[in-house]
């Protein structure tokens, strides 16, 4: 059994009753908070190994609890985002948080994300020098790119990108954090510009670039590279 606990912070008892017994079920220890205050208590004091996390708290917003945690720990934090608040969301996964779940949301995605994110941290700040799925190898040592067995060939803006999203496989990493990351500061705006290379770097490792199952778009926040 895990052995991980869980932070819930969320001021709507129906959540809270669904996830605690849901959690407890798949091994995990929960602890809960209501407030955005009581929830950076509890994450100073109490040293959960993930928070999942509302935005819309009854004393303070959501993303401003995410960048007073983020000012003393790197614990993962799942975002749980109603649909209607897109523009909420990538403001909170650009402050830090590292992933989101939609509201309504099933069980089984939160699992799933909670997973990846705690399998991240166990990892910490290691680079892996090979990355392989379904057929796609990434050897950043070599800074080769395969696909079944045959070499890629990619621009070096299309592999760092690439490099990027498979050094965050399995989360949702933002336009904004794309951009900064293989542009620099000045662009983070030109959105079209990276839905280009996307396609073109789909176009390179895809089977079916209008189908593509390892570059998944996050409609209207970014990308998430699928490595499972």
Same mark, same amino acid.
């Given at each position: 059994? =895990?052995?991980?606990?869980?932070?819930?912070?969320?001021? /709507?008892?129906q &959540?809270?009753?669904?996830?605690h017994?849901?959690?407890?079920?798949?091994?995990?220890?929960?602890?809960?908070?209501a407030?955005?205050?009581?929830?950076? #208590? $509890?994450?100073?004091?109490?040293?959960?190994d993930?928070?999942?996390?509302?935005?819309?708290?009854?004393?303070?917003?959501?993303?401003?609890v995410? /960048? @007073?945690?983020?000012?003393?720990?790197?614990?993962?934090?799942?975002? $749980?985002?109603?649909?209607?608040?897109?523009? /909420?969301? &990538?403001?909170?996964?650009?402050?830090?948080? =590292?992933?989101?779940?939609e509201?309504?949301?099933?069980?089984?995605?939160?699992?799933?994300?909670?997973?990846?994110?705690?399998?991240?941290?166990?990892?910490?700040a290691?680079?892996?020098?090979?990355?392989?799925? =379904?057929? $796609?190898v990434?050897? @950043?040592?070599? #800074?080769?790119?395969?696909?079944n067995?045959?070499?890629?060939?990619? @621009?070096?803006? /299309?592999?760092?990108?690439?490099?990027h999203l498979?050094?965050?496989?399995?989360m949702?990493?933002?336009?904004?954090?794309?951009?900064?990351?293989?542009?620099?500061?000045?662009?983070?705006?030109?959105?079209?510009?990276? #839905?280009?290379?996307?396609? !073109?770097?789909?176009?390179?490792?895809?089977?079916?670039? =209008?189908?593509? !199952?390892?570059?998944?778009?996050?409609?209207?926040?970014?990308?998430?590279?699928?490595?499972?």
């Amino acid at each position: 059994m =895990n052995q991980h606990r869980i932070l819930v912070v969320d001021d /709507e008892p129906q &959540i809270q009753r669904f996830l605690h017994p849901a959690l407890t079920a798949s091994g995990y220890e929960v602890i809960q908070a209501a407030t955005g205050g009581e929830a950076e #208590r $509890l994450v100073a004091t109490s040293a959960p190994d993930l928070v999942i996390l509302d935005l819309g708290l009854p004393d303070k917003d959501g993303k401003d609890v995410i /960048e @007073t945690v983020r000012a003393f720990s790197d614990v993962p934090i799942i975002v $749980l985002s109603a649909r209607d608040r897109e523009a /909420e969301k &990538i403001a909170a996964l650009d402050l830090g948080a =590292n992933d989101y779940v939609e509201k309504p949301f099933g069980i089984g995605e939160l699992l799933a994300r909670i997973r990846t994110s705690l399998r991240r941290q166990v990892a910490g700040a290691s680079v892996p020098s090979r990355f392989e799925v =379904n057929g $796609l190898v990434v050897d @950043t040592a070599k #800074r080769i790119v395969t696909r079944n067995d045959q070499e890629v060939h990619l @621009t070096r803006k /299309e592999y760092q990108l690439l490099v990027h999203l498979v050094l965050h496989a399995g989360m949702v990493v933002t336009h904004r954090q794309l951009l900064a990351s293989v542009w620099g500061a000045a662009h983070v705006e030109d959105l079209q510009y990276l #839905r280009v290379f996307v396609g !073109q770097l789909r176009a390179k490792i895809e089977d079916d670039a =209008n189908n593509p !199952q390892f570059i998944r778009t996050e409609p209207g926040v970014g990308y998430r590279f699928i490595s499972e």
